[in-house]
Structure formats: structure tokens, C-alpha cells
């Protein structure tokens, strides 16, 4: 088994420029799946429809679950392209259905709550920067960490990231987005800096590449300062960037473009999050709906 995993590891690694990362899960995966195996055949289908079963029932997020079960797809699908499986099993076993899951958004009021927070901060500067970045571009933390201070066009008003597969794209700076990032560049960053010669665009204080953790933590502490009690993460810009942009009338296709994403049905899940914002208002505010209509009636 190990020389699948090994083989296969190289595969992804050339073939399909995945991220470090997400190299990272694959293998993880793919190493939880054979220990769950251990002796028996790897073409049983019986233990595959145990473990998925045993993934389900699981205290793992639906993401983590979709990206197991793609990670087994992945690795029958390679083993029947090189022959050493006749067909894939995963292919015949009937997968467990998963809830559907909405990414959870802030109201464009917290977004403003939580980056009036950073003033706690000694960075402040630097991390009011971070912020508007994240939200106004709707970035993923490593694309955001992975910034080099090449990679922003101050006076076209743009910025140069490398998603996932290292995929290469552009998107625009919004006017605070854009006025942050000047003032941090111009005078925090330079306080910041250990060295000349130092690429990355968001450091810490020792003069290195702020790293995702740091950014993780800087969330929780702007969410504490700012009393927000909902549970957030880096990720939760990203998914009130897309809201946000749907609801104020943006076309799918331009939102997966600035999202970076392959396929619109990921963007699609957004649709439904800016749905039941619609539901909501109406429920809210339409006269057919207000209780002292009824009453009247």
C-alpha cells in the first residue's frame, strides 16, 4: 500500500499542481483509509461503504468528509489508469448522502465591527490592512499570506494571487482596501521590515511572512474585542465577500472569476445563503406579511 501512496503522491505533486496543502490532506487521507483497511483487500467494497458510512457518522465537517471521499476517487481512478486495479470500486458503492452545508456569513455591520477591532492591536495598521484585504477581495488565508509586495498594483488597483493549483489571478482593490494597504506600506510595514530585501507584503514582527496561524489568531482576538459571539475564521470574509457580492446584484460567473473558483457549483452555494437573506427581508418588510395587516383584516 505504501507504493500506491507513494506513486500516487507523485502523481498529484506533477500532474495536478495541487497546493502544498492540499497534497497534504490527499496524503493524510489516503494514509487514514489504508490504516482503517489494514488487511483487507483494497478492492472490497463492502469496507468501502463501512468507511464511508464511518466517515458520516463521524465528528468531521462536511467539507473534510467530501474532500475524503474525493481524495479514494482520486486514488481508484489512478490506480485504474495504471492498471493495477481492473475498475474502481469506489465507482459501485452508492456514497452517503451529506447535509448541505451554507457557509456561514457576517453582516457587512460585523465586517466593519471586526476591522474597527484591530486598533487594539500594536500592528494595527498592519492588520486593518490584512483585513480589508481578505474581505474586499475575498481571499483564501494562504493566498493572502503567499502576497509578495510585488504582487499589488497600487496605481492600476490591483492584486496578483496564486490560488490553488497555482493558478494565477487578478482582482481588484476596493477604495478602503486600497487605502489601508498604502498607509501600512508606506509606514508599518517599513517598521516591520528586518531586512531590505524581505518580498513578502504581510510580515510579523520579526520581519517574516505573517503565517496562517497568526492570521487565525488575529481573528479570534478582533472578534473578542469586538463582542462578536458567532464562531469565525479567516474563511468566514471570504464566504460574506461572495454573499455580499451576490446580494448587491453581481454576476455568478464574475464572483467565481474573483473567487477563484474551477467550477461555478462551488460558487453556487452562495445563491442560497443570499436566498434565505431574501427570505428574510421579506418575511421582514413585505405588507402581506406584517402581523398588523392580518389583524386588520
Not at 507523485?10 to 500532474?15: A, D, K, L
Not at 483497511?37 to 457518522?57: N, P, V
Not at 470574509?237 to 461555478?264: I, K, P, Y
Amino acid at each position: 500500500m505504501e507504493k500506491y501512496l507513494d506513486e500516487f503522491m507523485q502523481f498529484i505533486r506533477m500532474e495536478k499542481g495541487l497546493s502544498a496543502n492540499t497534497q497534504e490532506a490527499y496524503s493524510n487521507d489516503i494514509i487514514q483509509w489504508f490504516n482503517y483497511l489494514d488487511t483487507t483487500d483494497l478492492e472490497d467494497k463492502d469496507a468501502i461503504f463501512d468507511y464511508l458510512q464511518f466517515l458520516k457518522e463521524a465528528d468531521l465537517s462536511i467539507t473534510s468528509v467530501s474532500r475524503k471521499i474525493t481524495s479514494l476517487r482520486m486514488l481508484y481512478s489512478y490506480m485504474v489508469q495504471n492498471k493495477y486495479i481492473p475498475e474502481s470500486p469506489i465507482d459501485a458503492v452508492e456514497l452517503p448522502k451529506l447535509p448541505k452545508y451554507l457557509p456561514h456569513c457576517l453582516s457587512i455591520d460585523e465586517v466593519i465591527s471586526l476591522i474597527d477591532a484591530t486598533d487594539y492591536n500594536k500592528a494595527a495598521i498592519r492588520d486593518r490592512a490584512l483585513l480589508e484585504v481578505l474581505y474586499g477581495c475575498g481571499l483564501r488565508v494562504s493566498e493572502l499570506t503567499g502576497l509578495n509586495i510585488s504582487d499589488i498594483e497600487f496605481r492600476e488597483g490591483f492584486l496578483k494571487c496564486f490560488g490553488k493549483g497555482s493558478k494565477e489571478r487578478w482582482i481588484p482593490l476596493g477604495k478602503m482596501a486600497l487605502e489601508a494597504l498604502q498607509n501600512y506600506v508606506r509606514s508599518e510595514r517599513n517598521l516591520l521590515l528586518k531586512t531590505a530585501n524581505e518580498k513578502a507584503l504581510f510580515i510579523n514582527r520579526r520581519g517574516k511572512r505573517i503565517s496562517r496561524i497568526a492570521v487565525w489568531k488575529m481573528v479570534q482576538k478582533v472578534a473578542q474585542v469586538s463582542g462578536l459571539e458567532k464562531e469565525i475564521s479567516p474563511h468566514t470574509f471570504r464566504h460574506s465577500f461572495a454573499t455580499h457580492m451576490l446580494d448587491s446584484g453581481a454576476d455568478l460567473r464574475v464572483v467565481q472569476e474573483l473567487l477563484g473558483h474551477a467550477s461555478l457549483t462551488t460558487t453556487q452555494i452562495y445563491t442560497h445563503v443570499s436566498k434565505e437573506q431574501l427570505y428574510k427581508v421579506y418575511q421582514s418588510y413585505h405588507p402581506r406579511n406584517q402581523k398588523q395587516f392580518e389583524e386588520s383584516a
